[in-house]
């Protein structure tokens, strides 16, 4: 079309159009949003104030193996943490049974407690009871580890809170989209002796749900992925606290081949009204120890709880001897 044709209404037109389409252009491609922080200081009190907003709760879990390289067999646990302490008790099967392990400690006395298949232990060192290495699945699914919250120890670099207290740590200056949540993502290197790395942990952690913990990654020194823990269906838990997931898949790989070992999955356990099995705030009703050890040669351990949080009177034996009373 001639130039002197085009009605003068048309120019206004096009120099709209001129303007507006390289924004939306523009806009289509915008970068990721940024986090609300880079400093892993900052972060961290981030996350310790939102934490303080439900530090009780009372949760049950039912874990199963997702593949066919171990036993399938059932569990369900339950973990109850508030301002005494922290106690987690293992069910076999597919309910409680008369007799089943449990790791317990109270911030009241220090003591940590113990009874399982190893026996009766009562200590003020938590690795003397085993919490370690027997947790380590499930807390990196919750994103926190309970127990030494409430003991006070320092963090291990499968909570952020251990991640962001250690020097290799750093936070990437986009957010990254996982689950449908914008989320920080925090690493922290570890390095040997002649500085070279062995050991990457990778997590994100979403502002929106007050900072729980979506995906984490634990990385060899070469890239390759040896652990990682999913997040996913998260129950608001009020005061301001971090979300908490309703489901959960731990995978072990090897990093050799790159090929999954194994893999558990949590989900929340169901009450018959399809309510999750879980519950918070200062009102938690741990049902913690009140009757333990015998004498020092080991005997018998008690503990007995409310039926209305789920727990049966359990008794663990080792030795025929009349126990003593301890009340932690």
């Known amino acids: 079309m001639h130039p002197a044709l085009i009605h003068p209404a048309w120019y206004a037109v096009l120099w709209t159009a001129a303007l507006v389409l390289p924004i939306h252009a523009a806009a289509a491609m915008e970068s990721p949003s940024q986090p609300p922080t880079t400093d892993p200081a900052a972060l961290r009190l981030l996350v310790e ?81 085993g919490v370690g290495a027997l947790l380590t699945e499930l807390e990196s699914f919750l994103g926190r580890d309970p127990f030494r919250e409430a003991m006070g120890e320092p963090y291990l670099l499968n909570d952020v809170m251990g991640m962001l207290a250690d020097p290799g740590c750093t936070i990437q200056p986009e957010m990254e989209l996982r689950g449908g949540h914008e989320c920080i993502v925090v690493e922290c290197t570890s390095v040997d002796g002649l500085g070279q790395p062995y050991r990457t942990m ?49 995978e072990v790989w090897d990093p050799a081949t790159g090929r999954l070992v194994s893999s558990r999955k949590y989900e929340v356990a169901k009450n018959t009204n399809g309510t999750p099995m879980i519950h918070f705030g200062s009102t938690v009703d741990s049902g913690f120890l009140v009757a333990s050890k015998s004498d020092g040669t080991g005997a018998s351990v008690a503990a007995a709880s409310l039926a209305a949080v789920g727990f049966a009177y359990v008794t663990v034996r080792r030795r025929r001897r009349h126990p003593q009373t301890l009340v932690l």
Request: charged residues 25%; aromatic residues 10%; negative net charge.
């Open 49 to 129: 104030t939102a934490r303080s907003g439900a530090n009780a709760f009372d949760v049950t879990f039912d874990r199963r193996v997702v593949d066919d390289h171990q036993d399938g067999t059932p569990e369900r646990w339950q973990m109850v943490m508030d301002g005494r302490g922290v106690r987690l008790d293992r069910f076999h099967g597919s309910g409680a049974t008369a007799e089943h392990p449990f790791w317990h400690y109270s911030r009241q006395s220090g003591l940590g407690t113990a009874a399982d298949e190893a026996g009766l232990r009562t200590s003020t060192d938590t690795e003397r009871i």
């Open 202 to 250: 990778r997590g994100f952690y979403a502002p929106a749900l007050n900072y729980a913990q979506l995906k984490l990654e634990w990385l060899g020194g070469d890239g390759a992925l040896k652990n990682r823990w999913i997040s996913s269906d998260f129950m608001d838990v009020g005061n301001g606290g971090p979300a908490f997931p309703l489901s959960g898949l731990c």
